[in-house]
């Protein structure tokens, strides 16, 4: 097979991005996100510089909120409401230094010091719809603290990681992660239109060059891979983030992918439908829809999120056919009370998005201050499960350091056995008996009632219930 050199051009046409090996070139190419490398404006100066004067193709309409139109006449009077609907647009004015930023933020000193300091890998990146989310004044609003730095992002603690769950330890190929055995994860780019303070992949994200630059001949080889591996059924595309290519380039992987038999299915994940909605143009849904059946999963954190234009792409997508899955880091002091979750899980579930995962902050190095406790976790699955329906109810998961995979957790809601019944709690705290002579779940929970041991806490810890040492056999 043919390997495609870094420089190829995938084909611009529908049919021959079905045949990846046509020779055909793209007429024009998007000159952003055309290169795979993502600080494009300082590794490539002269193509920022000639796409700022060149015209720009019509842009399909996309609702503006009100909020979005007074933002759009006090920082950028010059633009107009098709410039503010146009993709590029939004990636070509990032907010990207500490002079940007003091335009539209008053920051605090903890802030411009740590915005100042950080210009290597995770920078910082905002398009100017995610910024005018944040609240200009208020540096503890939840939006604003997940995408501005502060000085702690900087302090190491132990347990933390830059690779907190061993992908680097798990890519085969560069760029493709085998961590279980029928799936992969596929880096497909470092760029992110809008950096998440917490990231768990900021040892790469922002860098232009060395051990985390992509290609098109990686994907090549990448490709290979899971073809000479027919056990593997099902494939990630994330990064970075995967919506940040170019649609040509995305088609072209796609259908390298569809070529491969035995991939069952697609999944992408991505936070551009929440950070960049006008990223999923018309056109893009349609090309999408040619490679069924495709999955996605998009990063929601908070209710403030959930605006006219973020449900206008999530509906485009869900009309195209792609089943929406949301996957919701827990964030201390920003989303972790019960509350702020049920809001945000209702609120998706009108946006036809379905609670996927709630995760664990992963250790990744300088986000202790983002880190709850897992039993603060555990306390909100259980404050939802049985107070709202079980669709709006995600899987709390630890993703395991080291590379150990995701693990579920759940509240323990079994109490111990009583003879043939199982001992049951639900979720108002009541004790029900089912009957199970042929089970043995529960014994070990009946063993610890047994010696001293309180069951019952919100937490799932079995604590003594004895001022003294529990007894022991």
């Known amino acids: 097979m043919r390997q495609t050199s870094q420089d190829d051009e995938p084909p611009s046409s529908s049919r ?5 090996r046509s020779s055909t070139k793209s007429a024009v190419v998007e000159p952003v996100l055309s290169i795979i490398n993502p600080d494009v404006s300082e590794s490539h100066p002269e193509i920022i510089s000639g796409i700022q004067t060149a015209k720009t193709t019509a842009i399909p309409n996309f609702p503006v909120s009100k909020r979005s139109k007074a933002f759009l ?103 493709l992660v ?75 992987l796609l259908a390298r992918l569809r070529r491969i038999p035995h991939l069952e299915f697609i999944r992408i994940g991505s936070k551009i439908p929440v950070v960049m909605p006008q990223r999923i143009t018309k ?10 059946p495709l999955w996605m999963s998009i990063h929601y954190t908070h209710p403030d999120e959930l605006t006219r234009e973020a449900r206008e792409a999530a509906g485009r997508l869900a009309d195209a056919g792609i089943p929406l899955g949301s ?63 079980g669709y709006a109810i995600p899987q709390f998961v630890v993703d395991a350091p080291g590379g150990g995979g995701k693990i579920p957790l759940l509240p323990d809601y079994v109490m111990g056995r009583d003879g043939d019944d199982l001992l049951l709690t639900n979720f108002e705290g009541g004790t029900y008996r089912y009957p199970d002579p042929l089970g043995r779940t529960g014994e070990a929970q009946s063993f610890l009632r047994q010696r001293g041991f309180d069951l019952k806490s919100a937490n799932g810890l079995y604590l003594p219930t004895t001022s003294g040492e529990p007894e022991c056999s």
């Open 16 to 20: 021959a991005a079905l045949h990846p």
């Open 327 to 389: 996957q919701t880091v827990l964030l201390k002091g920003i989303n972790d009370n019960s509350l702020t979750l049920k809001n945000l899980f209702h609120g998706l579930l009108t946006m036809r998005v379905k609670p996927y995962y709630l995760y664990q902050c992963d250790p990744v190095s300088g986000s202790a201050h983002f880190r709850t406790s897992v039993e603060k976790g555990l306390e909100m699955i259980r404050e939802l499960r049985g107070h709202t329906t």
């Open 178 to 252: 085998h961590r279980y055995p029928d799936r992969v994860l596929f880096l497909t780019t470092g760029f992110c239109s809008t950096y998440c303070r917490y990231c768990t992949r900021s040892r790469m994200v922002g860098e232009t060059n060395g051990e985390y630059s992509f290609s098109t001949s990686q994907w090549e080889r990448a490709a290979q891979y899971i073809e000479a591996h027919p056990e593997i059924r099902d494939c990630l595309l994330s990064g970075g983030d995967a919506l940040s290519i170019s649609d040509d380039k995305l088609e072209w």
């Open 73 to 175: 006449k006090e920082f950028y009077p010059e633009a107009t409401i098709h410039d503010w609907n146009d993709w590029k647009w939004q990636v070509r004015n990032r907010i990207r230094k500490l002079t940007d930023l003091e335009r539209f933020l008053e920051l605090s000193p903890e802030e411009a010091e740590a915005v100042a300091l950080r210009t290597a890998n995770l920078p910082i990146a905002i398009t100017p719809y995610y910024l005018s989310l944040l609240d200009r004044t208020d540096f503890n609003q939840p939006l604003r603290r997940t995408h501005v730095p502060v000085g702690d992002e900087f302090i190491r603690h132990a347990g933390e990681d830059p690779d907190p769950l061993g992908e680097d330890h798990h890519t085969v190929v560069p760029g």
């Open 283 to 292: 056109n893009l849904c349609r090309m999408l829809k040619k490679f069924h």
